[in-house]
């Protein structure tokens, strides 16, 4: 069974950094694609980044900002994120599928694995 467990979540000031993880468990192969979501209150789940064994993906309102990685040694996967602003607050998601379809991973629909989340929060 596979477990995606986020970490790194927590307050900071508009204009500083956060690094999230996401530690899987259980059979997640280095093949398969990785990525992050977010759910700021009261709003839609939204897409943030994705990573591929060969290419990443980013939403345009992190561009730039934030920057998604992966150790598959460790299982473990990043997102450093620079420059947060108060409207990056949300609960952010780790996800893992064997698709790496663009279209299946800017909807989030179908996504086999998520993890519980962890709440970001950036002050003004």
């Known amino acids: 069974q596979v477990q995606l467990v986020e970490s790194g979540g927590g307050l900071v000031q508009a204009g500083g950094s956060l690094r999230l993880s996401c530690a899987a468990s259980?059979?997640?192969?280095?093949?398969?694609?990785m990525g992050w979501f977010r759910q700021a209150p009261g709003k839609e789940r939204e897409f943030v980044a994705r990573i591929t064994s060969i290419s990443t993906l980013y939403a345009d309102s992190v561009n730039d900002r934030f920057t998604i990685s992966r150790d598959n040694a460790a299982n473990t996967l990043y997102l450093q994120m620079n420059r947060l602003r108060p409207e990056d607050t949300a609960i952010y998601y780790c996800?893992?599928?064997?698709?790496?379809?663009?279209?299946?991973?800017?909807?989030?629909?179908?996504?086999?694995?998520w993890g519980e989340g962890t709440l970001v929060t950036v002050s003004s």
């Open positions: 259980g059979r997640i192969l280095s093949s398969y694609t």
């Open positions: 996800a893992a599928d064997a698709s790496y379809s663009r279209s299946t991973w800017i909807t989030g629909r179908g996504l086999d694995y």
